[in-house]
Every structure is written in C-alpha cells, then in structure tokens.
C-alpha cells in the first residue's frame, strides 16, 4: 500500500492550499479511517483531522473552523483544504491510514500507514 500527498508549497499568509494524498494498493481504501497530522519544525507531530468511510469527519481544536478533510472513493484520494493560513500553520503535512476502519482518535499510534509529507510554508 502508498499514501503519496501533493499540494503542499510556499504561500502567503491568508491564503489557501489544497493538500491531496493518493492512495494506492488497497482493496478496500474507502473503509479505512484516514487523517492528516503535520509536524512544525522543534515540534511533536499533531493530529489535525481525521475521516471515517461515513465521511464523520473529527478535527483538533487548533484546526477547526479554518481545516477541512473530505475525500473521494472514486479516485482513491484524502484532501485537505486550510483557509486562511498564518506563519503557525508551516509544517510538513502527512496523511495516514488507521489499522482499522475505526477513527478511534487522532493519536498517531494509531495509525500504521504513512505518506512521505507534502511541505506547506506560510510566508507573511
């Protein structure tokens, strides 16, 4: 299985960026829990948001209101959409897939398959 995300690059502050992660050998994909995390340069990586195959979608109080997470079945791929960015939000960003089909939490440990990041730098 590959979880392959794009989208990321340098943009200024109040902008926006869509964050695609395209996922590749599973046969059942739209079952599994997936999420986002990011990790910020000196910091501990953060779960951001996750989705359920019901499309429940759950999101960290530092994400809610300006982070979305929505994905298409068809095409096998996460997104992630961030308004209005400020100079906290550069980060590297992952997706992940859960070990199950459940969204237990946005603890990393609980999820066992991880993209390669995508870097998002916010520039004022």
């Known amino acids: 299985v590959e979880l392959v995300e794009s989208g990321g690059g340098s943009v200024q502050a109040g902008g926006s960026v869509r964050l695609s992660c395209a996922a590749s050998?599973?046969?059942?994909?739209?079952?599994?829990?997936m999420a986002w995390f990011r990790e910020a340069p000196g910091k501990e990586r953060e779960g951001v948001a996750s989705?359920?195959?019901?499309?429940?979608?759950r999101y960290a109080d530092s994400a809610k209101g300006r982070f979305r997470i929505s994905r298409d079945t068809a095409k096998n791929t996460l997104y992630l959409e961030i308004d209005a960015l400020n100079l906290e939000d550069t980060a590297m960003y992952y997706c992940?897939?859960?070990?199950?089909?459940?969204?237990?939490?946005?603890?990393?440990?609980?999820?066992?398959?991880w993209g390669q990041g995508t870097q998002v730098t916010v520039s004022s």
């Open positions: 992940a897939a859960a070990r199950n089909y459940v969204c237990f939490s946005l603890d990393s440990s609980d999820y066992v398959n």
């Open positions: 050998g599973y046969t059942y994909w739209h079952y599994y829990c």
């Open positions: 989705i359920d195959r019901y499309s429940t979608t």
